[in-house]
C-alpha cells in the first residue's frame, strides 16, 4: 500500500520559514515523480513544485527563488524548503506521487493528506 505522510506545516509570520516534508512508504521512491501542491480556501488546486528523476526541478512563478523542492531518495522523503514566507501562501500543502512529470493534479495517483500552512501578515 502506497502512503504519503506530509509534516512541517505550522502558523508563521510573514517572512518566516518553514520546510515541510513528505515521507512516501510502499513504492520505489526513486522511480516516480514527485510534486508539491497547494490548496486555499476557494481556490482550486495548485502546483508549487515539481521533481523529476535526476536533477529537475520546476517551480510555480508565484514561488520561484523562495521555495526549494528537495528529495532524499535513501529516506523516501520528499522536502519543501519555503523562505520569505507571504500571507497569500497560506493554503493547505499536499505532497504527491506520480509516474509523469506534470503540472496537472490529475497525473499523480498517490496522495498525502495535507499540512496547513498559515503566515500571518
Known amino acids: 500500500q502506497v502512503r504519503l505522510v506530509e509534516s512541517g506545516g505550522g502558523l508563521v509570520q510573514a517572512g518566516a520559514s518553514l520546510r515541510l516534508s513528505c515521507a512516501v512508504s510502499g513504492r520505489t521512491f526513486s522511480g516516480y515523480f514527485m510534486g508539491w501542491f497547494r490548496q486555499a480556501p476557494g481556490k482550486e488546486r495548485e502546483g508549487v513544485a515539481i521533481s523529476g528523476s535526476g536533477s529537475r526541478v520546476y517551480y510555480a512563478g508565484s514561488v520561484e527563488g523562495r521555495f526549494t523542492i528537495s528529495r532524499d531518495n535513501a529516506k523516501n522523503t520528499v522536502y519543501l524548503q519555503m523562505n520569505s514566507l507571504k500571507p497569500e501562501d497560506t493554503a493547505v500543502y499536499y505532497c504527491?506521487?506520480?509516474?509523469?512529470?506534470?503540472?496537472?493534479?490529475?497525473?499523480?495517483?498517490?496522495w498525502g493528506q495535507g499540512t496547513q500552512v498559515t503566515v500571518s501578515s
Open positions: 504527491a506521487s506520480g509516474s509523469k512529470l506534470a503540472w496537472d493534479p490529475e497525473r499523480y495517483d498517490y
